[in-house]
Nanobody, 122 residues
Framework: QLRLVESGGGSVQGGGSLKLSCAASGYVGYCMGWFRQVPGKGREGVAHIGVDGTTTYANSLKGRFTIYKDNRKNTLYLQMNDLKPEDTATYYC??????????????????WGQGTQVTVSS
């Protein structure tokens, strides 16, 4: 079974940056994604990276967030720049088998990490 463990969350002032990490066991062959969720709302797709490295982003986050992976370290990353208070959420990494139709839909993903909290103050 694939296991995902996120780290790197924390508190930052608006305009600051954070880099989230997701360490994966049994990493090879999965598409990976980052999602976020605030209390009372559904899980929102942030970014996706395919097995071949192609990326997809939520339109509202393009240019500020970057998803990338290091296959040698079995680790997925999310670099977040120019953070805004509305980015405050619990961030989750997730994995799915290749062939996703909707790359930013949480229902397409099979494995999830436990989440890491990101808080952005104004």
């Amino acid at each position: 079974q694939l296991r995902l463990v996120e780290s790197g969350g924390g508190s930052v002032q608006g305009g600051g940056s954070l880099k989230l990490s997701c360490a994966a066991s049994g990493y090879v062959g999965y598409c990976m994604g980052w999602f976020r969720q605030v209390p009372g709302k559904g899980r929102e797709g942030v970014a996706h990276i395919g097995v071949d490295g192609t990326t997809t982003y939520a339109n509202s986050l393009k240019g500020r967030f970057t998803i990338y992976k290091d296959n040698r370290k079995n680790t997925l990353y999310l670099q977040m720049n120019d953070l805004k208070p509305e980015d405050t959420a619990t961030y989750y990494c997730a994995a799915a088998l290749p062939g996703l139709v909707f790359k930013l839909s949480p229902t397409e993903y099979n494995y999830w990490g436990q989440g890491t909290q990101v808080t952005v103050s104004s």
